[in-house]
């Protein structure tokens, strides 16, 4: 008699950041989830129906290893030393580091597969290219592409990342720091006051994670009074909900934000 079973993928699954907590629920696999993030806002039942057991740079390894998980999901860098400690306690951890839009759909594809639902998770992930086509084909053809200055952090001043750059291209601006914004670590996406007004954007979105945005702040910045973006008053904030994370979120209502914006100006 086997001692073995048929694989199902993994039971007992900790999310230490929320876009693998959104694709399991949007896939139907909540129920494998035992762990979350406290930045999971998405969706709305997941803070009330999970316990929490992360920040997104720490977390608790002993209650995350009480749990008894059989898979630990992080993303990125930034949780290394995190998911460090959760292997020094023998657990099962797997980080994710996407960077771009295709690799958030590679990484909805790949969760798909490890619990079952390769299927699902295609037709998924389709449906966000499906949107994503038909916004960059609204507006592939617009006369004017306003420039836009995407700022992550504020001290030092830090860019957007990959990902934000390609829907601000999507929904219909110019990323003005589109080149460095390719840059995986942070400190490769460092920026001057002299290198925004050297770049003139027209608009500046500001998403500092973990933190509001300090508008009197910008613009008392020495330096930044010639900016077109500020000079005319256009400075907006877009939720690190929906821009910072690199899941769902970013694929539908950022988009629609930072379009809103654009086409609103």
């Known amino acids: 008699m086997s001692l073995l079973r048929s694989p199902q993928g993994p039971q007992r ?20 989830i035992v762990g979350i993030s406290a930045y999971t806002v998405r969706p709305p039942e997941a803070p009330q129906q999970k316990p929490v057991v992360s920040a997104f740079i720490g977390g608790n390894v002993e209650k995350i290893c009480a749990l008894k998980p059989d898979l630990i999901i992080g993303f990125s860098d930034i949780q290394a030393e995190l998911a460090r400690q959760l292997v ?26 490890l619990v079952g639902k390769t299927s699902e998770a295609k037709q998924l992930a389709n449906s966000y290219i499906g949107r994503l086509e038909r916004t960059r084909t609204r507006n592939f053809k617009k006369p004017v592409r306003p420039k836009v200055y995407f ?23 110019t990323d003005v720091f589109a080149t460095r914004s ?3 670590l942070a400190k490769e996406r460092q920026v001057t006051v002299e290198d925004v007004a050297q770049a003139a954007p027209d608009i500046m979105l500001a998403s500092w994670c973990g933190k509001a945005l300090d ?11 010639t ?15 929906i821009i910072l994370q690199p899941g769902p979120a970013c694929l539908t209502d950022g988009l629609d934000f930072i379009e809103n914006i654009l086409t609103s100006t």
């Open 151 to 173: 700022e992550e952090w504020d001290e030092p001043m830090i860019c957007g990342i990959h990902w934000v750059s390609e829907l601000i291209e999507i929904a219909g601006g």
């Open 227 to 241: 900016i077109p973006a500020l000079i005319n008053k256009q400075l907006y904030e877009v939720p690190a909900s």
């Open 13 to 32: 699954i900790v999310c230490l950041t929320e876009e693998p907590t959104e694709i399991l629920y949007l896939l139907g696999e909540q129920e494998r």
């Open 182 to 184: 390719r840059g995986k």
């Open 215 to 225: 508008k009197p702040a910008v613009y008392q910045r020495t330096g930044m009074g």
């Open 88 to 113: 020094a306690a023998n657990q099962q951890v797997l980080i994710f580091n996407q960077r771009s839009l295709q690799e958030i759909l590679d990484v909805i594809i790949t969760i798909g597969n």
